[in-house]
């Protein structure tokens, strides 16, 4: 069945196109709840119309994106949980953890679904996260995780160098003469 998709639809077109979909999904899914209009002769003639419409309203909508992702962009969230010596969290950073955090810090309220995190947050440290706000358009939060109390670990802690001084020589000759006895009297 030919329909006109009047929204995007993941795997069968954008908005505008006028797509052939499989009769049952057209009349069960795409009609009933207004995603697409039936691909006739009346609706064919408006289909010009409607394009210049959605063209208008993309555009609109990607300026809006735009912003912001402008202002959205570099905003840092900081989060403080348990963590073990190594550096791993016990528990884990979610979207919906970030998603919380950014609306109570920034007053951005931001769909959990759009935050591209592949995979929870589980160290310590510094992370960025993508948030795609429109096809073309993302920003950047920065993720700030650190142990319970603690401030990040240094990476490795460089050794304190030995001072190069006048050596204890009595507590050098006592050591050396607990030694010498403990020899004699196990002979």
């Known amino acids: 069945m030919k329909v006109i998709l009047l929204e995007d639809v993941v795997g069968a077109g954008h908005a505008g196109d006028v797509v052939e979909v499989k009769s049952g999904y057209a009349r069960n899914k795409?009609?009933?709840?207004?995603?697409?209009?039936?691909?006739?002769?009346?609706?064919?003639?408006?289909?010009?119309?409607?394009?210049?419409?959605?063209?208008?309203?993309?555009?609109?909508?990607?300026?809006?994106?735009?912003?912001?992702?402008?202002?959205?962009?570099?905003?840092q969230v900081d989060f403080s949980a348990k963590a073990g010596e190594s550096g791993k969290l016990f528990g884990s950073i979610t979207a919906h953890d970030i998603v919380d955090s950014v609306k109570e810090g920034f007053g951005f309220e931001l769909d959990r679904r759009k935050l591209l995190l592949n995979a929870p947050i589980k160290e310590i440290g510094m992370h960025e996260v993508r948030y795609r706000i429109y096809p073309e358009v993302e920003a950047v939060i920065k993720v700030s995780v650190t142990a319970d109390g603690a401030p990040l670990p240094d990476p490795e802690p460089e050794p304190e160098p030995e001072e190069e001084g006048p050596k204890d020589t009595y507590a050098d000759e006592v050591l050396d003469a607990d030694e010498g006895e403990t020899a004699e009297e196990n002979e």
């Open 30 to 75: 795409l009609l009933p709840s207004g995603i697409a209009i039936e691909a006739n002769t009346t609706n064919m003639k408006t289909l010009e119309h409607r394009r210049a419409k959605i063209a208008a309203k993309k555009t609109a909508d990607k300026e809006m994106a735009q912003v912001l992702a402008d202002q959205l962009d570099g905003k």
